[in-house]
């Protein structure tokens, strides 16, 4: 659903479900308010308040001083968690950040309102670092999908190798499908990545897409932040890689890269056109022995086809390079192209504007996600759910004709 079509259908109501599934409005008090800095007022209307917001314009030490002085809501132990886990972020610790990103995954509603405290907190110690580099961010996120085989955990592993040995510290966020047994991650990509998981400058963390369309998890965008904030200046993000819908990794980084193998038969085809389209790198990946004469074919083939699509930016042109992770073949080549990328794109501008979009089209997909678990848990709808599904089951009753009856079900207690 489409954010006017949303707005249109949930109307008022959407503003009162929403903060039953979001921060308690305490929490957002010692979240948005320091009273020794100065603030542009604004209104943040709940059913029976109104909440002061607060615009935050200090250090990111001052942040963090604040926010310790206003969590009369936080028991003890859940302020020294938060300050572990903000203190051993900041300061490079890989255990604070795997913990970290456990806590923004869990689906427990209080520790839901401490993960969002402590992004808080990253984000506004973010903001200064960010505001201290003129504006540009300091870290570079980068989405990689590709079907099954393409050899994506490959090509990680050795362009992350290349990094770590460069200087840089490389995130791997590796999204994997989930076990419908057990929710958990099946592939196991840390496993397959064992030496770059060694690397003390590298962090590398699976986590399963629980069934989330378009391969990404719904915290994914959130450890990104977790990451950029422990000081990891590379991001990758490794997709499931078995559909259109996956390009929504597009809407989370900054740079979408496709990787496919030279296979036979009619490439093109087999590759949906809609993930293509979001590419700003094509890589031929496998180029080495027999595999160069097709990796050259596929590469002219995809170039040819990319001239065809309409330009996603002023700045750059997408381009279809080769690599071979097996001999290191290609791989510095495919490196400097995506700095090529990324300078032209921050020069421009574009880079930040991307970034501002993102935030909003990922505001709206939690908004649909926690209205649709809102409506999938009230009363009314409960009720009045099972007789619906066997009458429509049975074909007495149209499912639209159903959802309109679910919905007015809602709308009238709600």
């Given at each position: 659903?489409?954010?006017?079509?949303?707005?249109?259908?949930?109307?008022?109501p959407?503003?009162?479900a929403m903060?039953?599934?979001?921060?308690?409005y305490?929490?957002?008090?010692?979240?948005?308010s320091?009273?020794?800095?100065?603030?542009?007022t604004c209104?943040?209307r709940?059913p029976?308040s109104?909440?002061?917001?607060?615009h935050?314009?200090?250090?990111?030490?001052?942040?963090?001083t604040a926010?310790?002085?206003?969590i009369?809501?936080?028991?003890?132990?859940?302020?020294r968690?938060l300050n572990k886990?903000?203190?051993?972020?900041?300061g490079g610790q890989r255990?604070?950040l795997?913990?970290?990103i456990?806590?923004?995954?869990t689906?427990h509603p209080?520790k839901k309102e401490?993960a969002?405290?402590?992004?808080q907190r990253?984000?506004?110690?973010?903001r200064?670092q960010e505001?201290?580099?003129?504006g540009k961010?300091l870290?570079?996120?980068v989405?990689?999908s590709g079907?099954?085989?393409?050899?994506?955990s490959?090509f990680?592993?050795?362009?992350?190798?290349m990094l770590?040995?460069?200087g840089?510290k490389v995130?791997?966020l590796?999204?994997d499908p989930?076990?419908?047994?057990?929710g958990?991650s099946?592939?196991?990509?840390k496993?397959?990545?064992?030496?770059?998981?060694?690397?003390m400058?590298a962090f590398?963390?699976?986590?399963?897409?629980s069934?989330?369309?378009?391969?990404?998890?719904?915290?994914?965008?959130?450890?990104?932040?977790l990451?950029?904030g422990?000081?990891?200046?590379i991001?990758?993000?490794e997709?499931v890689g078995v559909?259109q819908?996956e390009f929504a990794?597009?809407?989370?980084?900054d740079?979408?890269?496709?990787?496919i193998?030279?296979?036979?038969?009619?490439?093109?085809?087999?590759?949906?056109?809609?993930?293509?389209?979001?590419?700003d790198?094509v890589v031929?990946?496998?180029s080495?022995g027999?595999?160069v004469?097709?990796a050259?074919?596929?590469?002219?083939?995809?170039?040819?086809?990319?001239?065809?699509?309409?330009?996603?930016?002023?700045?750059?042109?997408?381009?279809?390079?080769?690599?071979?992770?097996?001999?290191?073949?290609?791989?510095p080549?495919?490196?400097a192209?995506?700095?090529s990328?990324r300078?032209?794109?921050s020069?421009s501008?574009?880079?930040?504007?991307?970034?501002?979009a993102?935030?909003?089209v990922?505001?709206?997909?939690?908004?649909?996600e926690?209205?649709?678990?809102h409506f999938q848990?009230?009363?009314?709808?409960g009720e009045a759910?099972?007789?619906l599904e066997?009458?429509?089951?049975?074909g007495d009753?149209s499912?639209?004709l159903?959802?309109d009856l679910?919905?007015?079900a809602f709308?009238?207690s709600?």
């Amino acid at each position: 659903m489409c954010k006017s079509s949303m707005e249109h259908t949930l109307g008022a109501p959407l503003r009162y479900a929403m903060p039953m599934r979001h921060l308690s409005y305490s929490l957002l008090r010692h979240i948005t308010s320091n009273a020794s800095s100065p603030i542009r007022t604004c209104l943040i209307r709940g059913p029976n308040s109104a909440i002061p917001c607060s615009h935050i314009h200090h250090q990111w030490r001052s942040a963090s001083t604040a926010l310790n002085h206003h969590i009369p809501d936080l028991s003890g132990p859940e302020q020294r968690l938060l300050n572990k886990l903000y203190d051993g972020l900041i300061g490079g610790q890989r255990a604070a950040l795997a913990e970290s990103i456990t806590l923004v995954e869990t689906q427990h509603p209080r520790k839901k309102e401490l993960a969002q405290v402590l992004l808080q907190r990253v984000l506004s110690y973010r903001r200064e670092q960010e505001n201290r580099n003129d504006g540009k961010p300091l870290a570079f996120r980068v989405g990689l999908s590709g079907p099954p085989g393409a050899g994506k955990s490959s090509f990680i592993e050795v362009v992350g190798k290349m990094l770590t040995g460069r200087g840089h510290k490389v995130s791997v966020l590796a999204v994997d499908p989930s076990s419908c047994t057990t929710g958990g991650s099946l592939m196991g990509d840390k496993t397959r990545m064992t030496e770059l998981s060694r690397d003390m400058n590298a962090f590398i963390r699976p986590s399963p897409t629980s069934g989330t369309l378009g391969g990404v998890t719904r915290t994914t965008n959130e450890a990104i932040v977790l990451c950029e904030g422990a000081g990891y200046d590379i991001i990758l993000v490794e997709t499931v890689g078995v559909g259109q819908s996956e390009f929504a990794v597009a809407d989370m980084v900054d740079m979408f890269v496709l990787l496919i193998p030279p296979a036979g038969g009619d490439e093109l085809q087999g590759i949906k056109r809609g993930i293509i389209e979001r590419a700003d790198l094509v890589v031929v990946t496998k180029s080495d022995g027999d595999l160069v004469v097709p990796a050259r074919r596929i590469q002219t083939e995809y170039t040819s086809a990319l001239k065809l699509l309409r330009r996603q930016s002023k700045s750059w042109n997408p381009k279809v390079v080769r690599a071979s992770s097996h001999v290191g073949e290609g791989i510095p080549e495919v490196w400097a192209t995506m700095e090529s990328y990324r300078d032209a794109m921050s020069a421009s501008g574009e880079l930040q504007g991307r970034r501002r979009a993102q935030q909003k089209v990922w505001m709206w997909s939690l908004i649909q996600e926690n209205v649709l678990t809102h409506f999938q848990h009230h009363p009314s709808v409960g009720e009045a759910l099972p007789q619906l599904e066997r009458r429509v089951a049975g074909g007495d009753i149209s499912p639209g004709l159903a959802s309109d009856l679910l919905l007015k079900a809602f709308l009238s207690s709600s």
